[in-house]
């Protein structure tokens, strides 16, 4: 008994390790490959044309994200995506110091980077329900710490792609970059126990999680709410955070601060969602998740409140979130059925992406005819809104945990 128990704990705690270099990587990714194509074109529309293709091949990855994961395994398709994508991104700075690196070539490497990360999420998502049966847990207890870490990766990931370019360069970070997926890659590959043929079927990935959701109007409704919260929030990230640091705090280290406060929150949050909601009404849980993470710090930034006030506001805004998304993840296991997860887990990803993308349209159009404060404002109605509608959802009961 106490041999066998280690062994089985192992396969989670690899998981979660790979996914937390893999998500440091990402998040220097987000810092490293705009910085690169900046610094090699000079051109703030090829920047950004760099920046759509990479989210057009995400949109796309969702429509058979699913399909993937049904015939490579989740394993499978975790291991080639870690290793593809780090060897695209490894092109680049190669490329860039032997013969050099043409544009059109640089999108291509950029779009499988993008192409690759949907059904690589969906996996790791299937895989964290199967280890944690593995470690005979409940995937309420693991998925909290599962999404911590990944929060903890962006707050490390970010400043360390900055670090390492202004010590070395962009290239060199790119070159970290594609480390941290390599690494991943093989950490899966080595720790994770290799999985029975997957199951075949010839139904299309998107009639697949189509059906399962027109079964279930709870699942729906909260996909349905965390698309107008991911809209809300990359408005926010993409559009107003910028302008709010240059017109109100005329500080970016400022700035730098209130973000780091929100991450720094949703880590803890997404930590303790294992704990709280088998104590609490989840109906409850979830709408005082949503109203502490946009209703109190965006009517603070919307008065131009001092700044210890805001960074407070949005220490509470990231416990908030995180709280949110971890349960919001339990529910998704518990409601979808073990041999669907891929392909909703894909489709989840692809919606939550399109509503990134539209958020920051949104909100630089809202802000050419309106102030900053109306934008936080507008924030602030979404989230009380989503609290309202999450109060009021029926069914949102606790399932029993998967065995």
Known sequence: M??????????????MGANLVST?????????????????????????????????AVAAASLFAGSVIRHLGPRGTRVISDVVAGLAVLAVPVLHVTTGIAYPLLLVLVA???????????ASMVMLAQTARLAETTTETVSGPYLASLELAKVIGVPLAGATIALVGAPWALVVDAATFLVSGLAIQLFLPAERQPRQDHRPSLLSAAQVL??????????????ALAVAMSG?????????????????????????????GAIAGS??????????????????????????????????????????AMLTA?????????????????????????????LVGGIGTAGIAVGPLLAGALLTVAPLSVGAVAIATVGATAAAALALTPGLRRSPPLQ
């Open 2 to 15: 106490t041999v066998t128990r280690p062994r089985r704990r192992a396969p989670l705690a690899a998981l």
């Open 24 to 56: 440091v990587g990402g998040a220097m990714s987000l810092v490293a490959l705009p910085w690169f194509v900046f610094q090699t074109t000079g051109d703030t529309a090829l920047t950004g044309i760099a920046a759509t293709c990479e989210f057009l």
């Open 318 to 346: 990231g416990f908030g979130s995180g709280l949110f998304s971890a349960t919001f993840t339990t529910i998704e296991y518990e409601r979808i059925p073990p041999a669907d997860q891929g392909h909703v887990f894909g």
């Open 112 to 122: 499988v980077n993008g192409l690759l990360r949907t059904p690589a999420v969906a």
């Open 271 to 312: 930590s303790l969602a294992g704990i709280l909601g088998p104590r609490l009404d989840r109906r409850l849980l979830m709408a005082t998740a949503v109203l502490l993470a946009l209703v109190p710090p965006f009517i603070l930034i919307a008065s131009q409140a001092p700044v210890p006030a805001v960074v407070g």
């Open 214 to 227: 027109r079964a279930d109007r709870v699942l729906v409704r909260l996909i349905t709410i965390m698309l």
């Open 236 to 264: 926010w990230n993409s559009v107003l955070a910028p302008v709010y640091g240059q017109t109100v705090l005329h500080s970016a280290p400022q700035l730098a601060a209130i973000l780091t406060a929100s991450g720094i």
